[in-house]
């Protein structure tokens, strides 16, 4: 007589599958998405400067013109909870450098003659107290250690910074024990205020404030223009081996990309990604046709934000050394951890977005007439718009809050927190 086998249930073990599957992201060990933990640590250094920021204001107001923000900007910060938890919870750092070119810092890590903007920070900040001076020590000791576990652990760290890449590569070819050594012989905070823009601290206290004009803010401060990165890149110039394009493929697949689009991309067989997705995603890869209406990303001003930041993402990721794949996968990342329920633009169409701009000129880049800040624009024959005539959804104020959220398109997605 045959016994029958005994099988056992082990649900914790199911549990751990499971999760390991949906948080493929952070389970890979790469520098293509933005770990959870270190979109963590960019918020919590967001509180921790700025609150330090106002505790310095608040005893010397002369610090103003160093910080470029004054004590009454603050007080008004910390006055409006909802729209600063928008803003101090963003993977992107409130804060950016003091000094953006790299030979400046240089003269101090180097220990040699300061440069002239090294001595103009120094006489722009007032002389401090011996306890302010030691928390100013302190907090560009963590500045810099966030700088420095960001530029090693994601390809987009420059913009998440707002750094230059010129600095960045200076940056991470310094030890960190160089760097803190250093440090010790400035007297002067080594970041200031990102946002410094009047039209934010008009939108801020008012309520306006949404995650898309904080997008805008970003762009509009940072020192990488679209217009000026690469994005000629094409995916029949890529090769790559099976482990990699079944790597990507599931990466993509797991920010919602459907499974026909990374058979295509990536020449893998149909059976094998339409069973990934539904593992990763615990139904069957949606049906249909691809993304194929390019005046769709500036039908409205929240769409063409989106679709312009992610182009934005793409491009320093390119610039960065990323390839298609994984400049798409990080840029993906980035907007959902930015915009969460609010995200319009499904994986599906930033690939259609960014191939489409790569192969002809129906969309392209140019700068706001109002504030420079590059956006998309249509040059397709269902929509043209001229460069010379337009006004970024940010100068119009078209990035207001809305009545509803938008339906969420694909994959429901979590904003972090």
């Not at 804060?95 to 790299?102: H, I, K, T, V």
């Not at 993402?313 to 993906?332: D, F, H």
Request: with cysteine; glycine share 4%.
């Amino acid at each position: 007589m045959m016994r029958r086998k005994r099988t056992w249930s082990l649900p914790h073990v199911t549990k751990k599958i499971n999760s390991m599957t949906t948080n493929i992201l952070d389970a890979v060990e790469t520098n293509i998405p933005l770990p959870t933990y270190l979109a963590e640590k960019i918020q919590r250094t967001n509180y921790a400067l700025t609150a330090v920021m106002h505790k310095v204001l608040a005893r010397y107001s002369a610090a103003d013109a160093f910080f470029g923000v004054s004590f009454e900007n603050m007080e008004t910060l910390k006055a409006h909870a909802v729209p600063m938890a928008k803003l101090m919870n963003m993977p992107f750092l409130a804060l950016s450098p003091a000094l953006q070119d790299p030979r400046d810092w240089s003269t101090f890590v180097d220990g040699i003659m300061h440069s002239q903007t090294v001595t103009k920070l120094s006489s722009a900040m007032p002389f401090v107290d011996d306890v302010t001076a030691r928390d100013i020590f302190h907090y560009n000791c963590s500045y810099v250690s966030l700088l420095k576990d960001v530029l090693h652990q994601n390809v987009l760290a420059a913009p998440l910074l707002g750094i230059s890449f010129e600095l960045a590569e200076y940056l991470m070819s310094l030890p960190i024990g160089r760097l803190e050594a250093a440090i010790g012989g400035i007297r002067f905070p080594l970041y200031r205020w990102r946002f410094d823009d009047a039209l934010f601290w008009i939108e801020y206290p008012a309520g306006r404030l949404t995650e898309e004009s904080v997008a805008h803010y970003v762009m509009r401060t940072s020192t990488l223009k679209a217009g000026a990165l690469p994005y000629k890149n094409l995916w029949s110039d890529l090769r790559l081996d099976r482990a990699k394009r079944e790597v990507y493929a599931r990466l993509m697949m797991t920010q919602g990309c459907r499974a026909s689009t990374a058979t295509n991309l990536f020449s893998l067989n149909s059976a094998i990604t339409r069973n990934t997705y539904r593992q990763i995603h615990g139904v069957s890869s949606p049906c249909g046709n691809s993304a194929s209406s390019l005046t769709w990303y500036v039908e409205r001003p929240v769409q063409r934000l989106q679709a312009t930041m992610l182009v934005w993402l793409y491009r320093c990721a390119l610039k960065n050394g990323a390839n298609i794949p994984e400049a798409l996968i990080a840029s993906n990342d980035v907007l959902d951890k930015m915009f969460g329920p609010r995200l319009l633009l499904s994986a599906d169409r930033a690939n259609h977005l960014t191939r489409s701009m790569a192969m002809d000129s129906r969309l392209n880049v140019a700068p706001c007439r109002s504030c420079g800040t590059d956006y998309i624009l249509s040059n397709d024959e269902g929509k043209i718009e001229l460069a010379k005539d337009f006004v970024c959804p940010g100068c119009e104020s078209d990035l207001r809050p809305r009545h509803s959220e938008p339906r969420s398109k694909g994959k429901k997605r979590s904003k972090s927190k």
